[in-house]
């Protein structure tokens, strides 16, 4: 079994920063990459940030240059740091991992996702 447990979401004012944290737990070898996802009501899940095991980044546009993806292989976390925050940002945010698992023939990787965080933007 494996579990994706997000933490950090909230209310906060616009301008305003949060740190989304989220922790994979339970039978894993290796994790690829991990990510933060977005979806507001009525809208698209989407991705916000994406984060490899060696460190390689991408953003979505409308993040860019206020939002940092950062992890700690060493405790399976990934970060989410959001620095000036916008009424948009509002959504359930959701961690997923590629978590690889051994086995006799190979290692092989599933997709995880997290159960979703609120962050509230308020204008």
């Known amino acids: 079994q494996v579990q994706l447990v997000e933490s950090g979401g909230g209310l906060v004012q616009a301008g305003g920063s949060l740190r989304l944290s989220c922790v994979a737990s339970?039978?894993?070898?290796?994790?690829?990459?991990m990510a933060w996802y977005r979806q507001a009501p009525g809208k698209q899940r989407e991705l916000v940030a994406a984060?490899?095991?060696?460190?390689?980044?991408n953003y979505a546009d409308s993040v860019k240059g206020r939002f940092t993806i950062s992890r700690d292989n060493a405790k399976n976390t990934v970060y989410l740091q959001m620095n000036s925050l916008r009424p948009e940002d509002t959504a359930v945010y959701y961690c997923?991992?590629?978590?690889?698992?051994?086995?006799?023939?190979?290692?092989?990787?599933?997709?995880?996702w997290g159960q979703g965080i609120q962050v509230t933007v308020s204008s």
């Open positions: 997923n991992a590629q978590i690889g698992k051994k086995y006799t023939s190979g290692i092989y990787y599933t997709v995880y």
């Open positions: 339970g039978s894993i070898f290796s994790i690829n990459t």
């Open positions: 984060i490899t095991s060696g460190g390689s980044t």
